[in-house]
């Protein structure tokens, strides 16, 4: 049976910004490393290196975490250094009403997406997944695994629900977007103490290198945090690889500090409208946002079976991602600038005339994904993104 939309939430608790005794480094060299050990330093979970050689550092009694970072630096100038900050999912409360109208919003077209290319392959990065649902029993998905996690496992409501808007399988309560394509999903999330799922820098570094050995193109991040100079360093690796990633704008408000990964430049930022092609009351602004996609009351997938009514900017990501993964599957040589471009050029203008602080460059457009107009590069914002600090 579908769930109570209306249940009990489980007590709101506050979410800790980052960790309280660690921070994180990225391209330590092996010597400085040892030297740091020799200060007392403790290193602790450490990446492969394939996008960002990132280990967690523990600093010695005594040392403040800005102290440490600071040191990290003098040590080795050429590493990065920061606070080892968490990312939380962007999922807003549940909500009623109907959500069937979201894919005429977009104008998808499953049959049409089908004629342009191979099924693609779209990597997920968010919490644990219930494969035995409905939607998802049967489907092409492959969970990625990663190192063991510092907390209990996560929640599957979250991942259960993008994953079913992504690959559902047709004919089931909750029918994706994209049931041919290949899901390639890996759970970077966990509980601490309670808390809500959460993530961390050195989680979702870990995440994109098991990506991209498998050599997965476009990754959907329904997720956001804090800008951090050691995830923007692995971020940038990623893209030079040619991932294209695509993250959700954050739940923080209008008048909140830009969301990241959404923030870095060349990540294509979602943010989410309600039917009536509103924006999302909690949706964060700015000039990073890229454009929109239907986030508010969507039928959701649930673990156990059914679904349920959700909204938040994670909501609107699916689309935006199906979208990119076909275009990318009918042209494997599009960079993410040519790729955003090419979205961005049909897109259902919203709120003040051209590219705006709320909707980016409009609402997605998925009619004729295999025949956009043509748009030059220049139009898009995925190399004029403010650079984060």
Request: charged residues 20%.
């Amino acid at each position: 049976m579908p769930r109570d939309s209306h249940a009990a939430a489980e007590p709101s608790l506050p979410k800790p910004v980052r960790a309280q005794r660690s921070i994180v480094a990225a391209g330590l060299t092996s010597g400085n490393l040892a030297r740091l050990k020799a200060q007392g330093f403790q290193a602790q979970a450490a990446t492969k290196g394939t996008l960002a050689s990132v280990v967690r550092l523990v600093p010695p009694r005594g040392m403040s975490l800005a102290q440490a970072k600071r040191r990290v630096q003098t040590v080795d100038a050429g590493a990065a250094a920061d606070f080892d900050h968490f990312y939380y999912t962007d999922e807003g409360p549940g909500c009623t009403g109907p959500g069937c109208e979201a894919v005429s919003l977009v104008g998808w077209n499953l049959p049409a997406s089908r004629q342009c290319g191979p099924a693609p392959t779209i990597g997920l990065i968010d919490t644990g997944i219930d494969r035995e649902h409905e939607a998802l029993r049967g489907q092409e998905i492959e969970v990625v695994p990663t190192i063991r996690k510092p907390g209990s496992s996560s929640q599957r409501d979250h991942g259960t629900a993008v994953a079913a808007l992504l690959v559902g399988r047709g004919g089931s309560s909750n029918p994706g977007l994209l049931p041919g394509a290949r899901l390639l999903t890996v759970d970077a999330f966990y509980r601490d103490r309670g808390t809500a799922d959460r993530t961390d820098v050195t989680m979702l570094v870990t995440a994109l290198e098991a990506l991209a050995e498998r050599n997965v193109r476009v990754v959907n991040m329904s997720l956001s945090g804090p800008p951090n100079e050691v995830l923007k360093k692995a971020i940038q690796s990623a893209q030079d690889k040619g991932m294209i990633i695509i993250a959700a704008a954050g739940n923080n408000g209008a008048g909140a500090e830009p969301s990241y990964p959404a923030g870095y430049p060349g990540v294509v930022a979602v943010t989410a409208v309600d039917r009536r092609l509103g924006v999302y009351p909690r949706a964060t602004q700015g000039d990073y946002i890229d454009m929109a996609a239907p986030g508010v009351e969507l039928w959701v997938a649930a673990p156990g079976g059914g679904g349920t009514t959700k909204s938040g900017t994670s909501y609107a990501v699916p689309f935006v991602s199906a979208a990119a993964a076909v275009l990318q599957a009918s042209d494997p040589k599009l960079n993410s600038a040519r790729l955003q471009a090419m979205l961005e050029s049909g897109t259902r203008d919203l709120g003040q005339p051209g590219r705006d602080k709320t909707y980016g460059a409009g609402l997605l457009q998925a009619a004729h994904l295999c025949t956009p107009e043509e748009t030059p590069i220049a139009q898009s914002a995925a190399e004029a993104k403010v650079e984060g600090p």
